[in-house]
T-cell receptor, first 109, second 116 residues
């Protein structure tokens, strides 16, 4: 069975400080990992995926297969980063997503 | 414009009523999904469909049912609503674009259901 764990329900940081959201997963094969974000009163949307190795809005995430982690990082948080962030995993078929419990990020001025 | 539409956005209904939550997409996607989400909590997959006349139950057991008669339409029905069904329901669709190695799910705005 596949599982995604986000240990922090809430992260509160000051503007300009680094922020790291933790994500750990369990999956027997080679998963695809994603970060989704939901801003206030907006839809859930894809932020980034590990396979693209991209940086979106200053965020990066590295897949660490040894530690089964996919932590999301940003060196300098901005107030507009305040949102709900979900880590998600899909298996070989690439269809169904398993989501973590989400982490609410609050960036204070 | 390509999008995913959900109606109604908000619904307050009494116990025992039959309800249908509508989801339509003009993205041209073959795969569609329904998730249930309580406020600030994780999303749970309750139904999915890989194409017309194909529906499967998701990871979270649900008393709702779905149908997929047309590619763009994936309604969810509750025959007899109960207070335990109070939640937010999110519809999503996905398709792998040429040259992409992974699927990206696109979400609708959600329907917030309250059963009194």
């Amino acid at each position: 069975a596949q599982r995604v764990t986000q240990p922090e329900k809430l992260l509160s940081v000051f503007k300009g400080a680094p922020v790291e959201l933790k994500c750990n997963y369990s999956y027997s094969g080679s998963p695809e990992l994603f970060w989704y974000v939901q801003y206030s009163r907006q839809r859930l949307q894809l932020l980034l995926r590990h396979i693209s190795r991209e940086s979106i809005k200053g965020f990066t995430a590295d897949l660490n297969k040894g530690e089964t982690s996919f932590h999301l990082k940003k060196p300098f948080a901005q107030e507009e980063d305040s949102a709900m962030y979900y880590c998600a995993l899909s298996g070989l078929t690439g269809n169904k997503l398993t989501f973590g419990g989400g982490t609410r990020v609050l960036v204070k001025p | 414009e390509a999008d995913i539409y959900q109606t109604p956005r908000y619904l307050v209904i009494g116990t025992g009523k039959k309800i249908t939550l509508e989801c339509s997409q003009t993205m041209g996607h073959d795969k569609m999904y329904w998730y249930q989400q309580d406020p600030g909590m994780e999303l749970h997959l309750i139904h999915y469909s890989y194409g017309v006349n194909s529906t499967e139950k998701g990871d979270l057991s649900s008393e709702s049912t779905v149908s997929r008669i047309r590619t763009e339409h994936f309604p969810l029905t509750l025959e007899s609503a109960r207070p335990s069904h109070t939640s937010q329901y999110l519809c999503a669709s996905s398709s792998r674009s040429p040259g992409q190695a992974s699927y990206e799910q696109y979400f609708g705005p959600g329907t917030r259901l309250t059963v009194t």
